[in-house]
């Protein structure tokens, strides 16, 4: 059984408009998770995807929507916006409200949406590596052509989990792409102090996997990359890792106020020239596909949009007490024969 992709992997003016789109939604709706955390409307931790927009959106193109699987960390908000959640019932489970897609249980950390086939949202490092190969392995045995996507930050790939699934997934031929998203620190600890060898795509080669390394930063150069790579993981049914280039403009977490500690001023003004934002911007008044007036109406259309999203998910009560004890294990019998 197959779906039909989402979009033709064409650089049509109307792609481009619906990416920018994208990448300025979800930068616009993380910058509101923040001013929302620090007016202690969020709980707990919370890890936004400011600087990273064009890794989810370029590989969400490249996906089949309502058929493959995607599951990742805690830096969790744009893959259901992108893969059609309800955004006001991401917006309530960030703020832990009973509107939210875990019923406000999970939080920022454990946004999750089954039925449009995201699986997390996961707190703990490379704990959900080995669902990623799990998910994998479910498709293929029931002959299906879904293809996974397995995010991971590069502090997580040092897990020893992560050696575990890889090898399973080679053993196997598990249909899944381990997607390591670097954005060049772990919490405060820079890639070059946590990692003996700093080129992260190598992981994969001890096991014969396919493996390279890729620029996240630029959305059309990731559609290109995710298109050919989840064509290869469909049709060979093996797995692929890839290191995604990438840098956070913000800190580790929304309470990470003293990342001037580990990168200095000028570090981060060279890198905000790769905003992929920016770049998109850029190529788009280039090829006169946008003007610099329909951009800021753009903006202005989607801050509104966001801000009434957040007012709704607000509105949204708290979980009753007594909920703690609901759905926390499932209720449905298994099938006869299982």
Known sequence: MAKEAKLEHMETPAQLEEFYRQMLFIRRFEEKCNVAYRLG???GYMHTYVGMEATAVG????LRRGWDYVIT????HPQPLLMGSDPVAVMAEIMGRSGG???GKGGSMHVYDIERGFFGGWGIVGGHIPLGGGLAFGAKYKGEDRVTVCYLGDGAANQGVVFETLNMAALWDLPII???ENNEFAMGTRLEYHAADTQLYKRGEPFGIKSERIDGMDVLEVLKDASRIVDYVRKEQKPYVVEIMNYRFNGHGA???DRQLYRTKEEEEIHAKRDP???????MLERNIMTREKMEAIDEELTDQVEAIYEKADASPFPE???VYDNVYTDLEPEKGH
């Open 41 to 43: 409307k969020i709980g």
């Open 59 to 62: 590989f969400n193109a490249a």
């Open 73 to 76: 960390a805690y830096r969790d």
């Open 101 to 103: 897609l875990s019923r």
């Open 178 to 180: 381990f997607a390591i």
């Open 255 to 257: 309470a990470d106020n």
């Open 277 to 283: 934002i920016i770049r998109l911007e850029t190529l």
């Open 321 to 323: 007490a007594h909920e």
